[in-house]
């Protein structure tokens, strides 16, 4: 009998494959409907929310600040965000999806929805609700 391999066990191993499983078929969609997986992710962060400061969002979209800076730069000439003054603090630009992004978020976030739900259809409702509250605790763990 062969030891199994440290990545068979390993937490991160089976979070990046479980992520390249959940977003490998969606990665399709995406692309179809003219995004990049970043640039999903941007509209998908800010969709029904005011806007972050371009700091928090690389934060939140997994990314590095001036590649996120770069990327709403030229999605703000797509007109899918607009970058607009912080009025709570004059110094910060606050990046906010505009209703052109919006839609194009709405109709990825229904199909995202339909997908996850597609890809969980093993697990019961409580697995899934569980499952994601630990995965949230674990992000949150520094």
């Given at each position: ?54 700091g928090q969002l690389a ?5 590095q600040q001036p590649t ?75």
């Open positions: 009998m062969s030891t199994p391999r440290f990545v068979d066990d390993y937490l991160g191993y089976l979070l990046g494959q479980a992520n390249h499983a959940l977003f490998k078929d969606f990665e399709a969609v995406v692309r179809e409907a003219g995004l990049s997986s970043l640039e999903w992710r941007v509209l998908a962060t800010l969709s029904e929310q005011p806007g972050l400061p371009v934060q939140e979209v997994l990314s996120v800076t770069k990327l709403v730069q030229r999605m703000a000439a797509q007109g899918w965000v607009s970058l607009q003054g912080d009025p709570g603090d004059q110094r910060r630009t606050l990046v906010v999806i505009t209703p052109v992004g919006q839609k194009k978020a709405s109709a990825l976030i229904e199909q995202a929805h339909q997908h996850e739900a597609h890809t969980l259809r093993g697990l019961s409702a409580a697995d899934i609700v569980k499952l994601k509250r630990q995965l949230r605790r674990l992000a949150q763990a520094d």
